[in-house]
């Protein structure tokens, strides 16, 4: 796991190289063992087409690169300043397999033609090897990283299809003067891009290095706001920064430095439908229980200490009675909530004595951590520096889980994903599976997932950049993630399978990003053995029928835990996953009713929390006021702090964008 930064020339400019060491050093957290940058001169903006490169180590670093000049030293200075650069790469480090020296990134082959910056885990990468061995390839580290390198050069970009794991790289072949940005099947790891003023192209992990490398670029995006405060979510590649943009999972970016053609090509997308026939259940939970011990012990690969979290939910229990009996004294990690001002159905939110009945059962080496009102109050700051850009839900008790496995591992693995392929909100489902056309069915789906406030309320709130927005038709911008689901759907299934599509491209993405951003703050490796490819592959294609078990109708309200929690008590979603882990887990954890990681902020923000909110969303300076009106957003937060409204996602979405203003825009 590591950060990956770098800049390309697109036009007869050279790079500008003032910023590329601050432009890695903002990303200093994701790798904290190792840095390294490489120069590179194509020679095709030149007469004589001569190609050279330099690469040089950090002064942090410089004892695991000696035969490396170091970038601070005044000779290396002289020599970057002394030619004109076409392609930037610089790479920080978390070492995680083969921490020896031979994985220092940037890496080429033997030849320095083909160079590589890489985020991320290819948990096949040893059967790759041994394939490319096989070929006549000579490959000296243990590291998948020079897998990467000698899989393209032999299949070429489509290697990436070969790949399971979580990545996020930059490549260049010299050979071809081609450049590359790849993306995992499913965004586990984030790649940003834009193309600035000066014709290039800047690429990086996070937004605030691209900002680091020219702060021009502060700029909000009002069309993203107006999709954040719809969906709580951005379903497009754009940022809350006008001119940034993410590269979609599954996708990668070819950029062709002879012609200058920019090329975006979707490599993979997800797939959920009932192609698969087997004679019976049976068949159906044995084949999943293959696959899902497959992926957690594909994913227990590591050279550093591996953990992992124990909500007392099926997903991470799951995983943990697999891991723990593949590795003694697994390290478990449990955030808890203190209930002393919760009130109703907020007080079962702890779930620490789950957890520590699991960490008995399973022999675990188990540690926790209890937040309290003020925690999320004390974090916030720091919290929306790392994570960037608002994304779903509360995501405050992430970030406090990642600094508490921080402290005894570098890997951790999460249940991230389970839910998006089986099914585990039975609660989004109930009120789409009766239409008689998908327009109806998008209708429906999109009144759902304005998770925040209805649209009426939202075009009082941007009045003051109605002119900047009004051309903005959100439910265009939800039907366009459907474009490639199922548009003739007729059954129920169907439609439950374009839900599934819809919410493994957005809601599970957007997971993705929040723990990426959050683990990475403290230097921690996340992983999603959900989200092995060949599980996934295989749990598209399970029916409906044993994913849910009895369709009935319900209207719900997201916001309503109330009503959620009715649905909970069915135990409908993952009933085949139920099925095949009971003889691992305990049946109380098998029958668990379904509930997020959330704290009880419905009681905090009307109660302990209710100063800290006033403070921060009725002061008619703050920054969100340049854009919202004041009237509107006041009363709609009153609504809450009076108990007429349960509105704690719309006021974390406004403390969140509030500390962005300031942090981004310096507002």
Known sequence: MCGVVGVVSLEKKAIQINNLIAMLDSISHRGPDDA??????????????????????????CHLSPLL?????QASQKEIQSHDWDIFFGHR???????????????????????????????????????????????CSESDSEVIIYAYIHWGIECIKKFNGMFAFALYDNFKNKFFLARDRYGIKPMYYCKDSNGNLIFASENKAILAYDERLKELDKESLLEYF???????????????????????????????????????????????????????EEELERLFLQAVERQLIAD????????????????????????????????????????????????????EYLSYLFKTEHYEMVLKSGDMERCLRKLIYHLEEPRVGQSYP??????????FVKVVLSGCGGDELFCGYPWRYYNIIDNVSFDEYVDKYYSFWQRLIPNRDLYNLFVPVASETKHIWTRDIFKEVLKNANPYAKSK????????????????????????????????????????????????????????????????????????????????GKHIFRQMIQKFIPKEVVNSY????????????????????KSKIFDKQAPIYNYFDYNTCVGLVNEHLQGKKNRRLFIWSLLNFNEWCQIYLGE
């Open 594 to 613: 379904k509930q997020g990681f959330v704290g009880p902020s419905d009681s905090w923000f009307s109660g302990e929390s209710i100063e800290f909110v």
């Open 304 to 355: 550093v200490p591996l953990g992992s979290y124990l909500s007392g939910g099926i997903d991470s229990s799951s995983i943990c009675a697999i891991a723990s009996d593949k590795i003694p004294n697994l390290n478990t990690f449990t955030i808890g909530f203190d209930l002393n001002s919760a009130k109703g159905l907020e007080l079962g939110f702890d779930e620490r004595s789950v957890s």
């Open 398 to 407: 992430n970030f406090y889980a990642a600094k508490l496995a921080s402290r």
């Open 493 to 572: 299934e169907e439609y439950i399978n374009n839900s599934l599509y819809f919410e493994a491209k957005t809601f599970l993405h957007g997971l993705l990003v929040v723990e990426d951003k959050l683990s990475m703050a403290y230097s921690l490796e996340t992983r999603v053995p959900f989200l092995d490819n060949d599980l996934v592959d295989f749990a598209q294609k399970i029916p409906i029928s044993l994913k849910l078990s009895g369709i009935k109708r319900f209207d719900i309200n997201e916001n309503d835990i109330a009503q959620k929690r009715n649905l909970y008590k069915t135990n409908a």
């Open 93 to 139: 480090r978390l070492s995680v397999i083969d921490t020896s020296l031979a994985g220092h990134q940037p890496m080429s082959d033997l030849s320095k033609n083909i160079w590589l910056s890489y985020n991320g885990e290819i948990y096949n990468f040893k059967k790759i090897r041994q394939e490319l061995k096989s070929l006549g390839y000579s490959i």
């Open 230 to 284: 719809t969906f709580q979510n951005i379903f497009t590649n754009k940022t809350l920064l006008k001119n940034i943009n993410v590269l979609e999972a599954g996708h990668y970016l070819v950029v062709d430095l002879q012609n200058k053609e920019i090329k975006k090509c979707k490599y993979w997308d997800f797939c959920f439908e009932e192609s698969l026939y087997l004679k019976d259940i049976r068949e159906y």
């Open 69 to 73: 000049p170091v970038i601070q030293s």
């Open 36 to 61: 390294g940058y490489l120069f590179f001169h194509t020679g095709l903006r030149h007469s004589k087409k001569i190609s050279f490169f330099q690469a040089f180590s950090d002064e942090k670093f």
